[in-house]
């Protein structure tokens, strides 16, 4: 079935210092991946994503890469903040209503 | 002004109880969905709906009834409340497939 393999499950990073988050999908007829991120008590918010037909998208400290023929998709975030700690999920989705999420990563920064 | 609000924020209730949550969108979004996420913050979906019509169930217990009245709401009722059921429940729109979510702030439900 689908499934989408996301690593590591916990990431300590020093304030300044970058950050990256892996997710491996299994179904090849995914063709939109989001990233969100889940704050204590909330709900996930969208943080960037990315269709098949794009390799790479920046916003500001965050880029996401998309390798579609290893079906690997990847999070950096850069210059980490405080603000920046919280659990990250990527995700994926074929166009049929349904989206396969990721295990999570719970981010921690270190000032 | 809220994107996707449901209510209560909490449910305590004892186990065999029938209980409801409720959420509504007004971003004006075709899609909505219902998902679970367990103590390990695993998200699970379990309904999608379009245009009021049911698009997506995900092997959900048949416990678990959602109804949409309009596009703008998406309520789910479960029956014969068991201690598995314990969990947050998260309600999201889209606007259509392949979209960005919205996601509310989550129902957490504690079975006694």
């Known amino acids: 079935g689908e499934n989408v393999e996301q690593h590591p499950s916990t990431l300590s990073v020093q304030e300044g210092d970058s950050a990256v988050i892996k997710c491996t999908y299994s179904d090849s007829a995914s063709n939109y991946f989001p990233w969100y991120k889940q704050e204590l008590g909330k709900g996930p918010q969208l943080i960037i994503d990315i269709r098949s037909n794009v390799g790479e998208k920046k916003d500001q400290r965050i880029a996401v890469t998309l390798n579609k023929t290893a079906k690997h998709f990847s999070l950096h975030i850069t210059e980490t903040q405080p603000e920046d700690s919280a659990v990250y999920f990527c995700?994926?989705?074929?166009?049929?209503?349904?989206?396969?999420f990721g295990t999570g990563t719970r981010l921690k920064v270190l000032a | 002004d809220t994107a996707v609000s449901q209510t209560p924020k909490y449910l305590v209730t004892q186990m065999g109880n029938d209980k409801s949550i409720k959420c509504e969108q007004n971003l004006g979004h075709d899609t909505m969905y219902w998902y679970k996420q367990d103590s390990k913050k695993f998200l699970k979906i379990m309904f999608s709906?379009?245009?009021?019509?049911?698009?997506i169930n995900e092997t959900v217990p048949n416990r678990f009834s959602p109804k949409s009245p309009d596009k703008a709401h998406l309520n789910l009722h479960i029956n014969s409340l068991e201690l598995g059921d314990s969990a947050v429940y998260f309600c999201?729109?889209?606007?259509?497939?392949?979209?960005?979510?919205?996601f509310g702030d989550g129902t957490r439900l504690s079975i006694l």
């Open positions: 709906y379009n245009n009021k019509e049911l698009i």
């Open positions: 995700a994926a989705s074929g166009g049929t209503y349904k989206y396969i």
């Open positions: 999201a729109s889209s606007q259509q497939a392949n979209q960005p979510q919205h």
